[in-house]
């Protein structure tokens, strides 16, 4: 092999002179660390680029110096964040974040949150006489027998979006 060419090799019968071309498909490096299977192929030696895509939409991938990196992307795209309980998510920063969705009901007396568990339905618990904020929430938690605070009710959540559709009741 040639120590200036790996894609050449000493084959007196060949060129009894000089070297000759490596058959196509033998093994060589082409030195480029950001390549990996190298071969010659017409004399020449070179590997495939090194997969640094991290499956993540949030980032821009790429070797350098045979490592791999990661940048925040420059365009920001779509994602989902995996969260049930946020809507629009988008990346920033090279992570997928999302706004909470909204479940105010507007009621002051009931405490309402979004419950990823269940779908993203968001749940209004009414709080007992005691725990009341005000004399009339105390007064309708006492009247309140159908929804205890142990028994939430459930109804989609808002969407930061109108035009995007909520979850169906269960």
Known sequence: MNPADPC???DPVADP????????????????????DDVCTAGVCAGAPLDCDDLDPCTDDACEAGGCVSVPA????????GDACTADDACAGGACVGAPVDCDDAD????DACDPGDGAACTRRWPTARLATTAACARR???????????????????????TPAPATP
Request: hydrophobic share 35%; net charge negative; proline share 9%.
């Open 8 to 10: 050449q090799v000493c």
């Open 17 to 36: 002179l000089g070297w000759s071309v490596a058959g196509d498909g033998a093994s060589c490096d082409d030195g480029d660390s950001c390549t990996s």
């Open 74 to 81: 420059a365009v920001s795209v779509g994602c989902d964040d």
């Open 108 to 111: 002051p007396c009931t405490a």
């Open 141 to 163: 938690a006492t009247r309140v027998r159908a929804a205890p605070a142990s028994a939430p009710t459930r109804w989609p959540a808002r969407r930061a979006d109108p035009a």
